[in-house]
């Protein structure tokens, strides 16, 4: 049992490059979400999914698009990057009912965009 | 709730001490609130969740409680550890969209 697996785990992108950043779960998890995080601030939510074939916005949308084929997978994908995109990624998934589990999270994806 | 700012609150604790980390959410609506500890490097790893049907709840050596009618919840960490060194978020929201704090830094000393 992996978990949330997150790749790459270090990656630098030049201004305009496009790339996917790759979640995969294998807990069968109907919600899964993506975040990113900068220095000195919380976690912002980008987009989140509810279950296969349903994606939604969250906080911080723009510049990033998602798509959920099947449960375990729910890539992020970088359009066009921008250096206001440097940052840590995360991504999350959770069973969507209360218990003693809350949101996993994966070990996150530094970009660095320049 | 979205927080702004370089500079995390910080919690300074003597080994054996008790934490209290405090946390100011925003949404009223809010029906679950979650206390994350995120060590350097790695991803946020859940510590306790709490309903806003509860206004405590107890796991090992962690406390959580919520006062909904102020907006506030707080994490207690007895007897505070040198591996309780963390940077600790909390975090509001429903079962699949979460907002979160700016966090707090704590330093556990020797």
């Known amino acids: 049992n992996a978990g949330v697996t997150q790749t790459p785990k270090f990656q630098v992108l030049k201004t305009g490059q496009s790339m996917t950043l790759q979640c995969a779960q294998d807990?069968?998890?109907?919600?899964m979400s993506w975040y990113r995080q900068d220095p000195g601030m919380g976690l912002r939510l980008i987009h989140y999914s509810v279950g296969a074939g349903i994606t939604d916005q969250g906080e911080v949308p723009n510049g990033y698009n998602v798509s959920r084929s099947t449960t375990e997978d729910f890539p992020l994908r970088l359009l066009s990057a921008a250096p206001s995109q440097t940052s840590v990624y995360f991504c999350a998934s959770s069973y969507g009912v209360q218990g003693d589990y809350g949101y996993t999270f994966g070990s996150g994806t530094r970009l660095t965009v320049v | 709730g979205e927080s702004v700012g370089l500079h995390l609150p910080t919690l300074s604790v003597q080994e054996g001490d008790n934490s209290i980390i405090n946390c100011a959410y925003s949404?009223?609506?809010?029906?679950?609130f979650i206390w994350y500890k995120q060590e350097s490097g790695k991803g946020p790893q859940f510590i306790i969740d709490i309903r806003s049907n509860m206004d405590k709840r107890q796991g090992q050596r962690v406390t959580v409680l919520l006062n909904k009618t102020v907006k506030h919840l707080s994490l207690q960490i007895a007897a505070t550890q040198p591996g309780d060194s963390a940077v600790y978020f909390c975090a509001w929201g429903d079962d699949y969209k979460l907002s979160f704090g700016a966090g707090t830094t704590v330093t556990v000393r020797a």
């Open positions: 949404n009223s609506a809010s029906d679950y």
């Open positions: 807990m069968n998890h109907e919600y």
